[in-house]
């Protein structure tokens, strides 16, 4: 496991021990070879449902999440964090090991889970809160409240059968945050909501978080786990690999999903007649000297490329360009830009052309074609590969624009 400490920790300090402990949790599932859908088949096949493949959603995972703490639990699809949160809410019981959780529990976890589609939204909002922990008085007092907070007044007598998706997601989020829970488990069906109500439910764990409420929130938003986590930890097939600072947490998520991604083909493309000179190789390097095709976005990296002399050269111009996916160059580099000499080389000689830069592009693929060319009045191309090597970005949030550059915002009153 990977223990990725923050320079400063943030987390809140429990004094009275965790609000949840998961002690050596692990969760399997039987799934049986062969499924009847009839009585015949069961008679004729009695003995073929006795085998089965064993699937180890979660495989033993232990960590203590103090009080007021906002702690996301971050993996991909399949990784087993959605068995995890309801291991937690009690949906599943775990396979070994134990959960402690101090304090009433709310989960939000599943769309639809708890609501009867038959019923409206005000028997619904009644029911649900009442078997979260609400009386019937208390929940009949925040019904006004709840439905405020969902938008959903014009549709209180309108059965749940008739609701949107987006709409049911709305009324259990604000069920989920009206009941005065000390442990809060939310899933990531919040992106099922609007932008807008999304932003209201961001502003509500801002709220939450400002209480001291314990939340558990499970997401592939990367931007949201460094936005309102204290703590996080990646999770990959079944197993935690990875535990600590939020955005360390995001740039690891980030790198393991994108590494499962194969590069799109690119089409290459040779230009020069490679008489005096050859590019024989292109790759990337990260800052650590470790040859790459995934970078998260910022950090600082080379492109480089391998040239093999043919015949003897003097100072030939040597330089690359980066190109976006859909070819729009975004980056060029070339010693005859700076008028530099680059040397004299004799034929059998191999050098490597090395450009280090601060990679604060926008998240994406991106493809690297060096040239070497002749030096003179006019550059003769020798060896010109196009999109010779591919680099996948990611990045853990979103500006809209090609770039992120470092920035200062000030603002006066005139």
């Known amino acids: 496991m990977i223990d990725a400490v923050p320079e400063k920790d943030s987390t809140p300090v429990a004094t009275a021990g965790p609000a949840v402990k998961v002690d050596a949790v692990s969760k399997t599932f039987r799934l049986p070879h062969q499924r009847y859908s009839t009585l015949k088949e069961r008679v004729l096949h009695p ?21 007021g703490e906002f702690f996301g ?15 937690l809410a009690g949906i599943y019981s775990v396979g070994t090991g134990s959960i402690t959780i101090e304090g009433r529990l709310s989960p939000f976890i599943e769309l639809g889970v708890g609501f009867n589609m038959d019923l409206t939204a005000r ?18 007092s925040r019904f006004d409240e709840i439905i405020a907070f969902a938008g959903l007044e014009e549709f209180v007598d309108l059965k749940l059968k008739n609701y949107s998706s987006g709409m049911a997601v709305r009324l ?47 997401t592939h938003d990367m931007s949201a786990v460094e936005r309102f986590c204290h703590r996080a930890m990646l999770i990959e097939k079944g197993k935690m690999v990875a535990l600590g600072a939020p955005r360390e947490i995001a740039r690891a998520y980030n790198q393991l999903n994108f590494a499962g991604i194969v590069h799109d083909d690119v089409q290459e493309g040779r230009h020069g007649d490679q008489k005096s000179a050859r590019i024989t190789r292109t790759w990337f390097e990260n800052s650590g000297w470790e040859r790459v095709d995934t970078l998260s976005q910022g ?57 280090g830069f601060s990679f604060r592009f926008t998240a994406g ?3 690297l074609s060096p ?19 591919t680099l996948l970005v990611s990045a853990t949030r979103s500006t809209g624009g090609l770039v992120d550059l470092d920035q200062v915002m000030e603002i006066k009153r005139a």
């Open 47 to 67: 003995f073929a449902s006795r085998t089965f493949d064993e699937l180890k959603a979660v495989q033993d995972i232990s960590v203590e999440i103090a009080p």
């Open 123 to 140: 028997e619904n909002v009644i029911i649900n809160a009442t078997m979260l922990g609400l009386s019937p008085k208390q929940a009949r």
């Open 365 to 367: 693929q991106y493809s």
């Open 73 to 87: 639990i971050v993996g991909r699809n399949g990784s087993g964090k959605s068995t995890l949160l309801k291991c």
């Open 371 to 389: 040239v070497i060319a002749r030096n003179g009045n006019a550059a003769d191309v020798v060896d010109e590969r196009e999109h010779a090597a």
């Open 299 to 355: 950090e600082f990296c080379f492109g480089l490329f391998e040239v093999e002399f043919l015949e003897d050269m003097q100072d030939p111009i040597v330089g690359w360009a980066l190109h976006t996916q859909s070819g729009q160059t975004v980056m060029a580099a070339s010693s005859q830009f700076e008028r530099a000499a680059t040397g004299s080389f004799k034929a059998g000689e191999t050098v490597v052309v090395k450009i």
């Open 172 to 218: 259990a989020f604000s069920i989920a945050i009206e009941v005065d829970a000390d442990v809060l488990l939310v899933d990531e069906v919040l992106a099922v909501g609007d932008a807008a109500f999304q932003h209201k439910c961001y502003q509500e764990f801002e709220r939450l978080k400002a209480e001291g409420k314990t939340i558990i929130f499970v």
